[in-house]
């Protein structure tokens, strides 16, 4: 009997491109991160390139049918809801209220003046583009990416040029933006699918900001704190290993993410709070201490998922005659993108963050910011569900920070530092 052991299928395809960059970079890293300051995430991203459908063709996530778009926003959420609660978690013992005000000044007007800048420009380089729509793509480009500000922030690098105060400042920013661009995002979604502006301003305001910002928030402040009540009364009991105690930070971030977002509310955003309260009065953070179980973890969790992304990316759409996008033009709008997202904004508002010492430090905040289009732009699809195919224009403009984001990646490669 003829029986076939041997079988090429996509999943193990998959495996062999993870396994083997892991590998490959993990046996180098000390030597790539420290002579050349080179990460997972832009080394992820290149291998997913020269891998996919535009290299190799040996990992083509779009090749994987009607899921593939699916499975992407489950990938992206399931990477930065982890990292965020980690984030969340290590930060100082109650940091979110000690630096309220500048994270307040950092987030909001930051990217709202950001939000406008951009979408003005998009719609000088793309006049075919509608106004309404280039406030959409400008949403996907205004969050700044947590996982790339991580792992450069966290850098060896960074800890010997940049001051703690600003690292944990830009840590804490990146995490609170990721998910505060959700206004941004459905303000124009409504303002898009609905006739009437005031509806679309209701809508915006019910949804868009008290049932996925602020609801989320406090979902995941209320879970944040009830872990943090069991955690401590498990120990003190001496119910929990050291292992198990370790891989909560896994798995609190997952059950935070999978409640939140079943209920259709910010999920990144409570999983940031969730990391905040659990670890608010420091104590959680005692026991997980010189432990690297998170690093490791979020580690292949960024190879991963920037190795999907480059094999994921659209290059085909980098071109469209019919609304005008050329490469020229993209390049272009990166360097806008470059200039203007939150260098002006931080320079004006440097003075009023009072971990910015002088005009340097703000230049630096400003410069510094990559950007996170890939679960935005997902996510702007899904928000709209089965009224997708009445915006085309949205769905055929997602290539923009696609490469944009591509672009922008090479400052995950820059030596970051303060005269």
């Avoid at 489950?74 to 980690?86: D, H, M, P, S």
């Avoid at 998910?179 to 809508?203: C, D, M, N, Q, R």
């Avoid at 602020?214 to 929990?240: A, C, D, E």
């Avoid at 690297?292 to 292949?300: E, G, Q």
Wanted: with cysteine; net charge neutral; charged share 15%.
């Amino acid at each position: 009997m003829h029986v076939e052991l041997m079988e090429v299928s996509a999943p193990g395809l998959a495996y062999i491109c993870l396994g083997g960059f892991v590998v490959a970079f993990s046996v180098v890293s000390l030597l790539v991160r420290e002579k050349f300051n080179v990460n997972e995430v832009l080394l992820g991203t290149i291998f997913g390139i020269a891998m996919g459908p535009y290299g190799a063709d040996i990992f083509n996530p779009r090749s994987w049918g009607p899921l593939e778009e699916k499975i992407t926003l489950e990938v992206t959420r399931v990477v930065l809801a982890i990292g965020l609660f980690i984030i969340g978690i290590d930060l100082p013992k109650n940091y979110m209220y000690r630096h309220i005000r500048g994270l307040l000044v950092m987030v909001v007007p930051t990217m709202a003046i950001g939000w406008v800048l951009i979408a003005g420009f998009l719609k000088m380089l793309f006049p075919k583009l509608g106004f309404i729509s280039c406030l959409a793509i400008s949403a996907c480009l205004t969050p700044t990416d947590p996982i790339i500000c991580a792992s450069i922030v966290g850098g060896k690098f960074a800890e010997r040029y940049v001051p703690l105060t600003l690292r944990q400042l830009l840590s804490a920013e990146s995490a609170a933006n990721d998910g505060l661009a959700y206004p941004f995002l459905t303000i124009t979604l409504f303002l898009t699918l609905e006739s009437s502006t005031p509806v679309a301003f209701e809508k915006w305001f019910l949804i868009g900001c008290l049932y996925q910002v602020v609801l989320g928030t406090v979902l995941g402040s209320v879970l944040g704190v009830t872990f943090s009540f069991i955690m401590k009364l498990s120990m003190r009991k001496g119910l929990i290993d050291t292992e198990s105690y370790l891989t909560q930070q896994l798995a609190l971030g997952l059950l935070t993410m999978g409640i939140v977002s079943t209920i259709g509310s910010d999920d990144l955003l409570a999983a940031f709070a969730a990391g905040s309260a659990l670890s608010w009065d420091g104590k959680f953070n005692v026991h997980i201490e010189n432990e690297t179980f998170a690093s490791i973890i979020d580690f292949v969790l960024n190879c991963a998922c920037f190795i999907y992304i480059g094999a994921w990316l659209p290059f085909e759409k980098f071109n469209s005659e019919a609304l005008g996008i050329e490469v020229w033009r993209l390049f272009v709008l990166l360097i806008v993108v470059i200039l203007l997202r939150r260098i002006p904004a931080l320079l004006s508002l440097g003075p009023w963050v009072p971990e910015i010492r002088d005009w340097k430090e703000a230049l630096f905040c400003g410069h510094f910011g990559p950007v996170r289009f890939y679960f935005t732009s997902l996510e702007m699809k899904d928000l709209i569900g089965t009224r997708w195919a009445s915006v085309p224009c949205l769905f055929r403009v997602w290539p923009l920070p696609s490469f944009q984001d591509l672009m922008i990646l090479r400052k995950a490669n820059q030596k970051y530092w303060l005269p």
